[in-house]
């Protein structure tokens, strides 16, 4: 063992879920069909457009382009995510946003200023990989309770609440992506989010809603936001333009009461400052423009097709007994295939022979599970792309099991 080891934290020598480092180096392997990742199909970016912007940002503005911005963000940018904020019946003020590096950064924030080492924080099972490495660091008791094809089981939840408030280790925190879900494409019910909210507000916890896809919706009716439902203040929400925009340009946000954005302000200060200029003028300026929510317009129709063909496939060529999601929006499927296989162990073959790759279930599980099951991100992948690699996985899978 390298003498370097002792000085490692902690946290540092924790065996990491290799799962996410592996995503970002498939997307460097041009004979490989990536369904992993979930990154936005990068026909959907905008470089024209951007390019002009920057050119304009750097000949008129640049001492905000290359200057630092206020920690919590460029007030008109604030501004502005607020009035969109309203706009989708979440009603904002400026000074209740903060602008972060990602919305990841923005849980990470959120984290800070709610737990404690030991703390209880429930999470859905399956949820989102990176959401899990996250409150990971944080030495926190994760508590997954599951999800069916409405979402989140607040029947479920409601009796652990129960017995937890006996035993007096009450949850602090709830984090749900409860539109279009990651891992599995699922959204809650509108009839579960208004119990959900109950039960935060009976209970004393605080919900971070993570809706990284909500507005890409192809299918089916909206359902409003946690946020918008919220009358009492439990609701804490995080955005990003990742999605639906660049996720390069590292843009998200909290929206929450002004006193947990001050905390957060705070805390921030020490960390990365402040998010970057370019990148939040050049959202500014894409939002004054219009020019994000036609993308959005645009995004959904794009993935409605690749989501349609994605799920023909699944039918046409996966045997009796898989079963999949539909998702009426978002980057997600989730297959559950029918034996015992297990995915993690035939993702090497499924890249090495088939050239295909997806992210197996167990990665998503904070308490063991989801041997059976894998993630298909078709937002991605080309329509072509698809067209060939759903069958040449199928086929693997099927040797595979036999
Ligand atoms: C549910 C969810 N939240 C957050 C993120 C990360 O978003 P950002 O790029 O804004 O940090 C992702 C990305 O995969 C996601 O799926």
Not at 154 to 173: F, N, V
Request: proline share 6%.
């Amino acid at each position: 063992m390298p003498a370097r080891e002792r000085l490692y934290s902690d946290l540092a020598r924790r065996p990491a879920s290799p799962a996410l480092a592996e995503l970002f180096k498939l997307t460097e392997r041009p004979d490989v069909i990536s369904f992993a990742g979930g990154f936005p199909s990068p026909d959907m970016f905008l470089p024209e457009e951007a390019r002009a912007i920057t050119r304009r940002l750097l000949a008129e503005e640049p001492a905000a382009v290359l200057g630092y911005s206020p920690t919590p963000g460029f007030s008109e940018f604030r501004e502005f995510l607020a009035a969109r904020q309203s706009r989708q019946g979440m009603a904002a003020t400026g000074d209740e946003i903060l602008v972060t590096s990602g919305a990841l950064q923005g849980l990470d924030l959120l984290c800070r200023v709610f737990l404690d080492r030991g703390d209880r924080v429930v999470v859905e099972s399956p949820t989102y990989l990176g959401a899990l490495t996250t409150l990971g660091a944080f030495r926190v008791e994760l508590t997954p309770v599951p999800l069916d094809e409405n979402g989140l089981d607040t029947a479920r939840l409601a009796e652990h609440l129960e017995a937890w408030q006996r035993s007096g280790r009450l949850p602090k925190l709830l984090y749900t992506v409860p539109t279009f879900q990651n891992p599995s494409g699922l959204t809650l019910s509108i009839q579960r989010r208004r119990h959900l909210l109950e039960l935060a507000e009976a209970y004393g916890f605080t919900i971070l809603e993570d809706n990284a896809y909500g507005e890409l919706r192809f299918d089916g009716d909206t359902v409003p936001t946690l946020k918008a439902l919220d009358r009492q203040g439990v609701v804490v929400y995080l955005g990003t333009l990742s999605k639906v925009l660049s996720p390069g340009i590292r843009i998200g946000w909290i929206h929450a009461e002004h006193e947990i954005i001050e905390r957060a302000i705070l805390l921030r200060q020490g960390m990365d400052q402040c998010s970057n200029s370019l990148g939040q003028l050049l959202a500014l300026e894409f939002g004054r423009r219009g020019l994000i929510e036609r993308q959005i317009r645009k995004t959904g129709r794009l993935l409605a097709a690749k989501a349609g063909l994605t799920l023909d496939l699944l039918a046409r060529e996966f045997p009796a007994g898989t079963a999949w999601t539909k998702p009426e929006g978002g980057f997600y499927t989730w297959v559950t295939l029918p034996g015992d296989i297990d995915t993690a162990l035939a993702l090497t073959r499924c890249i090495e022979e088939a050239r295909v790759a997806y992210v197996a279930g167990s990665a998503f599980y904070a308490g063991g599970g989801g041997h059976n099951q894998f993630r298909l991100c078709y937002s991605q992948p080309s329509l072509e792309e698809i067209r060939r690699g759903v069958p040449r996985l199928a086929q693997t899978l099927a040797g595979l099991q036999r």
